[in-house]
């Protein structure tokens, strides 16, 4: 894991390569001006070592920039919303400020925007999600900046860690469904890859208990109550026996409920539904619904306690801190 390792620089690139710093800070700038031999070895070791230049600098050793960037899936909609207001909190009492970028389920585009990040030097950063891609591994380990993943659990952390199990989600929603009766079940669900953690532990518990998880309904990031909609209409068109759903968000959930209204579906007599996240219109909804509570304050919170320890030159308490998870029972189910 990154423990706050020193990052490459400038030098360590010419000394890798055999060159002056003067002629790696051409390479990467201008190009043009080195020769075709040169330019070919310091891309070489700039390939090997993940070295990423830093935008900031301006050749003598810079100031902390107390500042802590955070890389969210989404800023449309309120799913992340208690955890980013949590987290800018705990940064602010701390003396930090927080930058906010959009990755937008696109493991490319969240490449390309954390290489920015990582130029301007940071004091840490803040993944919502585990990184998945090898070479975004790399370069945030060859940073030495501070990283804390959040919102999720993996057992190959690139640094620091909080957030909660999917799948344990998953199979525990199945367990909820199971004990209340229901023997046929399905998942409106959006499609990124925390979601199909749940959606195939779902199935897995399902089958294990003897009971059927029909195909589910998928949905284009970031939800909304349209595509909860549109997603039980086609869940029901191919599974009409369905007695309880599953959503991956409340927002979906919500859409949902407003479909079974139209189609005089009672919820829950008829169908029982289940969403998460436990937003503010969760318990307001008509019925109010039943959803799987995330303490986003606490992710927050502990993210911001653990990239300040680093940063400053500590030990956070606890490198990996899972937070678990609850079902919040309401008349939608």
């Known amino acids: ?21 003067m002629t790696v800070s051409r390479a990467l700038n201008t190009p043009e001006r080195v020769s075709p031999e040169m330019l ?46 949590a987290l800018d909190r705990a940064l602010h009492e701390r003396g930090y400020q927080l ?9 490319t585009r969240e490449e390309a925007l954390l290489r920015g990040i990582i130029q301007r030097r940071p004091d840490g950063i803040i993944l919502v999600g585990a990184m998945r891609s090898e070479e975004g591994r790399r370069a945030l380990r060859a940073s030495g900046i501070p990283v804390v993943e959040a919102w999720e659990l993996t057992a190959t952390p690139v640094d620091m860690l909080v957030g909660f199990s999917h799948a344990a989600i998953g199979a525990s929603v199945v367990d909820y469904l199971h004990a209340r009766g229901h023997r046929c079940i399905g998942m409106v669900s959006a499609g990124d890859q925390r979601a199909l953690t749940r959606v195939n532990a779902f199935a897995e518990r399902a089958q294990a208990l003897g009971i059927t998880a029909v195909a ?11 595509a909860g909609r549109a997603g039980l209409a086609e869940l029901l068109a191919r599974s009409p026996q369905v007695t309880a759903v599953f959503c991956s968000s409340d927002m979906l959930a919500l859409g949902a409920s407003i479909e079974a209204r ?11 539904i289940i969403g998460m996240g436990d937003q503010s219109v969760a318990a307001d909804a008509a019925p109010p619904l039943t959803t799987v509570r995330i303490d986003g304050t606490r992710i927050g919170r502990i993210a911001a306690e653990m990239v300040v320890a680093r940063a400053d030159g500590q030990a956070p308490g606890q490198a990996v801190v899972d937070i678990g998870f609850s079902i919040v029972e309401r008349a939608s189910t």
């Open 216 to 226: 589910p309904a998928f949905t284009p990031a970031p939800s909304t109550m349209g």
């Open 262 to 272: 139209e189609r005089r579906l009672a919820v829950p007599k008829k169908l029982a």
């Open 1 to 21: 894991m990154n423990t706050g390792a020193k990052p490459f620089t400038m030098h360590d690139v010419a000394r890798l390569a055999g060159v002056s710093p």
């Open 99 to 107: 930058m906010i970028g959009q990755s937008g389920y696109d493991a």
């Open 40 to 85: 070919a070895r310091v891309r070489e070791v700039v390939r090997r070592t993940n070295f990423v230049p830093n935008a900031m600098a301006s050749g003598l050793r810079r100031a902390r920039a107390r500042l802590v960037a955070a890389l969210l899936p989404t800023l449309v909609g309120p799913v992340f919303q208690e955890m980013v207001e």
